[in-house]
């Protein structure tokens, strides 16, 4: 493969404004994070939207990146934004990355952690990595016909960070550092792996993606429960069967509760709300790594260039 370097996107979302705000800092201070001597391309997903301090102007910028659209030049800010990015920064670009860093925040009680997109040998590698140097959980959402057209699909590899719990639009020196620390982390195995030091771990632990629950709803679309308040704020833990998941306003327990396994995520996530999601549903799989991880991240940093950054777009 041609050079390439790591893309850092900050701001998909425009109202999720940490790690916008931890970018322009970065643009301010080089030194403020370690990029390991990788090429780092720097770039606000969707400038327009975080102007406005809201999620997307048209649609969803993280669910545009479906090559039947762009191949069409979709109408619409985001589509063209998404177009754009490819154009600017994907594998074939003019400033070409083979690695895609998404940076992103939840509203969910959900701390700190790692978002993969199916299974390609490479984003499982990077994913192996960092969850061995930090310890995160790792969601790995797969098989929704649903949910696609996800921004870092489009690079050859690519990983979401998510930092947590922090509601949209607030700054918080909390959720900052956690990104910076992400990032940086990131960067150091990229780095390890194209120097030929890293080693990943003996197994890699997931939480595999089953489905997604919609709360209670009348035929006009209005809710008529709530997520259950023992329910809410156990992202990523073990809930019992009997446990029921929504309640009405007269405290009466309803909804189907869950199968033995399954595991709560993104429980009550504000931005999911029009998704018609009230939370998502995995199960906690240990996968042994395989031989082929590795060497498939390796092969796309092996001829990384020397440190460069490309200023943050207005």
């Known amino acids: 493969?041609?050079?390439?370097?790591?893309?850092?996107?900050?701001?998909?979302?425009?109202?999720e404004v940490n790690a916008p705000w931890l970018l322009q800092q970065w643009q301010s201070n080089p030194d403020l994070i370690d990029a390991a001597g990788l090429s780092v391309q720097r770039v606000i997903g969707n400038p327009e939207a975080l102007r406005r301090r809201c999620r997307y102007v048209d649609r969803d910028l993280n669910r545009c990146f479906l090559p039947e659209q762009l191949e069409r030049?979709?109408?619409g800010l985001e589509f063209q934004r998404a177009g754009d990015l490819l154009r600017l920064h994907g594998a074939n670009g003019e400033h070409p990355c083979a690695v895609a860093i998404d940076l992103h925040s939840t509203t969910a009680a959900m701390g700190n952690s790692l978002v993969v997109y199916g299974r390609r040998p490479a984003d499982l590698a990077l994913a192996a990595l960092v969850q061995g140097a930090l310890g995160l959980p790792i969601y790995l959402h797969e098989a929704d016909a649903q949910q696609t057209g996800f921004l870092v699909e489009s690079w050859p590899c690519?990983?979401?960070i998510e930092v947590g719990p922090v509601p949209q639009g607030v700054l918080n020196a909390r959720v900052v550092e956690?990104?910076?620390l992400g990032l940086e982390t990131c960067l150091k195995v990229l780095?390890?792996?194209h120097q030929?030091?890293?080693?990943?771990?003996?197994?890699?632990?997931?939480?595999r993606h089953l489905g997604s629950r919609d709360l209670p709803k009348s035929d006009n679309g209005e809710p008529q429960a709530l997520v259950h308040p023992e329910l809410q704020g156990r992202d990523w833990q073990d809930i019992t069967p009997a446990q029921a998941v929504f309640r009405a306003v007269d405290g009466t327990d309803c909804g189907e509760g869950l199968v033995e396994g399954e595991i709560p995520v993104f429980v009550n996530e504000a931005a999911y709300a029009e998704k018609s999601i009230a939370f998502s549903l995995t199960r906690r799989e240990v996968w042994p790594v395989q031989p082929t991880w590795l060497p498939a991240l390796k092969q796309l940093l092996t001829r990384a260039q020397p440190q460069a950054h490309t200023p943050l777009p207005s």
């Open 73 to 75: 030049d979709a109408s």
């Open 196 to 207: 030929g030091s890293a080693r990943l771990p003996a197994a890699l632990v997931v939480h």
């Open 191 to 193: 780095d390890q792996v």
């Open 1 to 15: 493969m041609t050079t390439c370097g790591v893309l850092v996107v900050a701001g998909t979302h425009g109202n």
């Open 158 to 160: 690519g990983l979401v």
């Open 178 to 180: 956690k990104t910076r």
